[in-house]
């Protein structure tokens, strides 16, 4: 665990509008409660710990899913995960930042990677 990520046992994590309530296993977005299952919960508490690191699928699959040999292992299963969460989520799901060919993160400054871009416009 780098510097930057939460420690595991903290009890509630938000990104934004998003908020996970570990110590009872609830996750609501804009304090609308969603069900997730628990991988999907799992998934996301692991991308707003991370705090805008990125996780790469490897990391996930060992982190949630528990593979040790990921080297031979071909799966989408993250990727499908990932598919559902933002679902999920619905509109806050554009918090969750693919990074192609190497995993995921949460963007946990939306606003700013907003400005950023429409900088590099002009």
Known sequence: ???????????RLSAGII???TDNWTASVADKVIKLTYLEFRLLQELIRARG?????EDLLQT???????TSLETRTVDVHMARLRKKLGAASSHLITVRKVGYRIDIAP???HHASQRMRE
């Open 53 to 57: 690191t990125v996780l790469t699928r």
């Open 19 to 21: 908020e996970l309530r």
């Open 111 to 113: 606003e700013w990677i």
């Open 1 to 11: 665990m780098n510097q930057n990520q939460i420690p595991p046992d903290f009890p």
């Open 64 to 70: 949630i899913w528990g593979h040790e040999n990921i």
